[in-house]
């Protein structure tokens, strides 16, 4: 039996389950409830630093005296320095109020305290990732977080690897990197076996050869690193390599794609964009009526682009959409790559971008999952991948900026040799060669580490968290739709995002849009403070299918080609706590329901 901590507080009396009080002690509380104890981990911290400072050269002597503290000069500074503090604190008053429960739209909400305290220790000795020459305990910090991560979404810790980044931008450019690099080298060596006389490959079997293929010619034939380089296409002039491959082969060199389905962030765009592949090189990959990848397109984008001899060389999965909060079937499209792999002898990269949702794999994926079995399925098949995007700023509850790359694969993540002559690369183990970014904050990681180091990176620790969400989430969609009729909810949200539109039977989607973007506006932070809303559209054709199916629940007319939703992300631990004296559920409920009844 489970032993529960009973409240009194008032009249009411309330019930807290032990493993959920424990969770209120990963974070500070709206008001500030656990300043006392972080208070006093912050003196410490600081008390260490000055210490460290004193203690590590003690016969250097003093550089600023108390004399000098007494100078006009000096204290004129330390006024001036008071007063532009005091200004600042002033107008971060102003800052969107993100440790709120009443926070409930982009996907930012109350960072943890030990992520907090794991940034700040590092802004204290600001180490610089790019080289241990910079960075001690940092790139070790940043070995074990990674490793931490590897282990949360299944890949093998001493096979993958990894870097922190400022974000899921930069870590999805990090792979289509990587994907188009390795594209490059095998078809480099396809290429001299061709020369060779070795006619089993096209262009498109060339560049997707794979790694085994790839070692066994560069053995046979003994082609070093640079007689590679002929054919490298990230190597010489790219102009000229094209035409010279086109010989070789006797077939028009087409460029290779990018299958990336069309509920995509649009981090993407900017990746294909700085790839230099042209845009056209960018496939959308239909959605399905849940907003999810639609596999019959996937297959059919293969078809095509094997038919137009387009190498496809990477596919990407989205675990979390940044609109819907969907998952798409990773595991059937892992599936599906491994069918072509049998069939075509083709190797495909298959990227899983969970920038958002990656940290779900901490959730319990038992019989008793609170997840449906297609979103465990989904998310049991990331390991098999070739690399993944994880954003720990997002429901890793950790401060800007840290995002993660991970890759399966050593070799595919150390792929550049690349070298800066004046910094020092330990060994090929070193990262700052392979990083987009140069200089890198060790914060991002360090913070990571502490959290999955007191929090834990499973179901009793995040996994606890984000189930609360999800619950929370469930709650306040029950609770929305009781409201009012008029409350269209997106049917199938399966983690933490709700989202909605408000509309009338029969009516234009026209005319809800303009009604729903109001009843946005009404919830602008510059009109009031109640709750802070986001919103999004979903176009077509990207979501044809959804819009379709949705909006078809209110026999809607279509006379436009975007549907404007309401997005509500319920990050915030405390959204359902019971012994608040407001009910947010019910309390943005009822502030909801009073702006739409004004534009109904
Ligand atoms: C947020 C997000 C990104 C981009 O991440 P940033 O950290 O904002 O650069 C990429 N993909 C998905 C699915 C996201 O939700």
Redesign the pocket.
């Given at each position: 039996m489970k032993v529960h901590n009973t409240l009194v507080e008032g009249s009411k009396k309330i019930d807290c389950p032990p493993d959920e009080v424990a969770l209120k002690s990963f974070f500070l509380g709206p008001q500030a409830e656990n300043a006392n104890w972080l208070r006093e981990l912050l003196n410490e911290m600081f008390d260490a630093w000055f210490e460290w400072r004193r203690a590590l050269y003690p016969t250097d002597g003093k550089a600023i005296s108390a004399t000098d503290k007494e100078m006009p000069e000096f204290i004129e500074n330390r006024q001036r320095i008071k007063r532009n503090v005091h200004q600042l604190l002033r107008r971060f008053q102003n800052e969107v109020p993100s440790f709120s429960p009443r926070y409930i739209g982009h996907?930012l909400t109350e960072v943890s305290m030990p992520a907090l305290i794991g940034h700040i220790i590092t802004l204290l000795h600001n180490p610089n990732n790019i080289s241990g020459e910079s960075s001690r305990v940092g790139i070790v910090i940043e070995d074990e977080a990674i490793n931490d991560l590897l282990k949360m979404i299944g890949y093998e810790e001493n096979l993958g690897s990894g870097h922190f980044c400022?974000?899921?931008?930069?870590?999805?450019i990090e792979a289509g990197l990587r994907a188009r690099d390795r594209f490059a080298r095998w078809l480099a060596v396809g290429t001299i076996a061709r020369e060779h006389g070795n006619t089993s490959f096209d262009i498109l079997k060339a560049g997707l050869m794979g790694w085994k293929t790839f070692d066994r010619l560069k053995l046979e034939l003994d082609i070093s690193e640079t007689e590679l380089h002929k054919y490298h296409l990230l190597h010489g002039n790219p102009a000229f390599i094209f035409r010279e491959i086109s010989t070789v082969f006797k077939e028009d060199y087409a460029g290779p794609v990018f299958l990336i389905p069309q509920n995509?962030?649009y981090?993407w765009n900017k990746c294909v964009d700085m790839l230099g592949l042209g845009e056209e090189a960018f496939k959308g990959v239909k959605t399905d009526e849940k907003g999810r990848l639609c596999l019959d397109d996937l297959r059919n984008k293969l078809e095509e682009s094997i038919q137009h001899r387009r190498p496809p060389i990477m596919v990407v999965s989205?675990?979390?959409?940044?609109e819907l909060g969907e998952v798409d079937p990773i595991d059937k499209v892992q599936a599906l790559l491994d069918e072509y792999e049998q069939k075509y002898g083709i190797h495909i990269w298959h990227h899983v971008?969970?920038?958002?949702?990656g940290f779900m794999c901490s959730i319990d994926r038992s019989e008793n999952s609170i997840l449906s079995k297609d979103i465990v399925n989904a998310l049991n098949a990331i390991q098999y991948a070739n690399s993944t995007?994880i954003?720990p700023?997002?429901l890793g509850y950790v401060p800007y900026?840290s995002?993660a790359f991970l890759c399966k694969h050593k070799r595919e993540y150390f792929y550049r040799k690349s070298n800066a002559p004046y910094i020092n690369f330990v060994g090929t183990a070193e990262r700052g060669p392979q990083t987009i970014e140069g200089s890198r904050s060790a914060a991002g990681a360090v913070s990571t580490w502490l959290t999955a180091r007191t929090i834990g990176l499973d179901g009793n620790g995040y996994g606890k968290i984000l189930e609360r969400t999800i619950k929370s989430r469930v709650k306040l969609e029950e609770i929305l739709r009781d409201s009012n009729p008029h409350i269209r909810i997106f049917p199938h949200s399966t983690t933490n995002i709700i989202t909605f539109c408000v509309a009338k039977e029969n009516e234009s989607i026209g005319l809800t849009n303009k009604r729903t973007l109001k009843v946005y506006d009404a919830f602008s932070p510059d009109e009031n403070h109640d709750f802070f809303v986001s919103k999004t559209t979903l176009k077509r054709p990207e979501y044809n299918l959804l819009i379709n199916k949705f909006t078809a629940n209110w026999n809607a007319v279509h006379d436009t080609k975007e549907l404007v939703l309401i997005r509500l992300v319920i990050m915030n631990p405390f959204f359902d706590t019971k012994e608040n004296k407001i009910d947010y559920p019910l309390e943005f409920t009822n502030k909801l329901n009073e702006k739409i009844t004004y534009y109904l």
């Open positions: 996907m400022s974000g899921g931008t930069i870590a999805n995509k962030h981090s989205v675990a979390g959409t940044t971008d969970a920038a958002y949702g995007t954003d700023h997002k900026a995002g």
